[in-house]
């Protein structure tokens, strides 16, 4: 996999790579048509990798921010929201 779509600078050469291997079955999204419900999702946040997630929603705030709508998968599973931008990648399972 190439490493050109990890666009974050704070990212190193090395977190790259294990990003990489972590993320072989997933995809960028780089538009929010790339999201459907009920689909899993990774994201880097502050650098590190989160663990697996499934879509549920998007909301667009007033301030136009876009928010998505997650719930984590375990055995406590939860519900929580992320901002989409530059700061937090997002990657869909293929």
Request: net charge neutral.
């Amino acid at each position: 996999m190439k490493t050109k779509f990890i666009p974050n600078e704070e990212i190193l050469i090395g977190d790259a790579a294990k990003f990489c291997d972590k993320l072989q079955d997933y995809v960028y999204v780089n538009e929010l048509d790339d999201l459907k419900e009920g689909c899993f999702i990774r994201m880097i946040t502050k650098g590190a990798l989160t663990s697996p997630s499934i879509f549920c929603e998007i909301k667009i705030s007033n301030e136009d921010k876009i928010q998505l709508f997650c719930r984590s998968v375990g055995r406590r599973p939860r519900f929580f929201h992320v901002e989409m931008g530059d700061d937090n990648l997002v990657f869909r399972k293929i």
